[in-house]
């Protein structure tokens, strides 16, 4: 369950990165009044760590998936 969590979240942080990238437009600044913000910076913050649990990812056998979603 934490996977698919920490998955979400990367997903949609690198979807804010790629608004950043196009558009030059940060959804997430934009939701919580500017990047500054206490809530923008949890959020990141959020988002970092879950990308950083998605790495772990990397590293398992298919059989440590596998067996997670039981």
Do not use: H, P
């Not at 500017?34 to 990397?58: E, Y």
């Amino acid at each position: 369950m934490l996977d698919r969590i920490a998955l979400v979240l990367a997903i949609i942080g690198g979807l804010n990165w790629g608004s950043i990238g196009l558009f030059k437009f940060d959804i997430v600044a934009w939701i919580c009044g500017g990047q500054d913000s206490i809530a923008a910076r949890v959020i990141f913050t959020i988002v970092g760590l879950a990308a950083l649990w998605c790495i772990s990812l990397l590293f398992r056998s298919n059989t440590d998936v596998i067996e997670s979603r039981d």
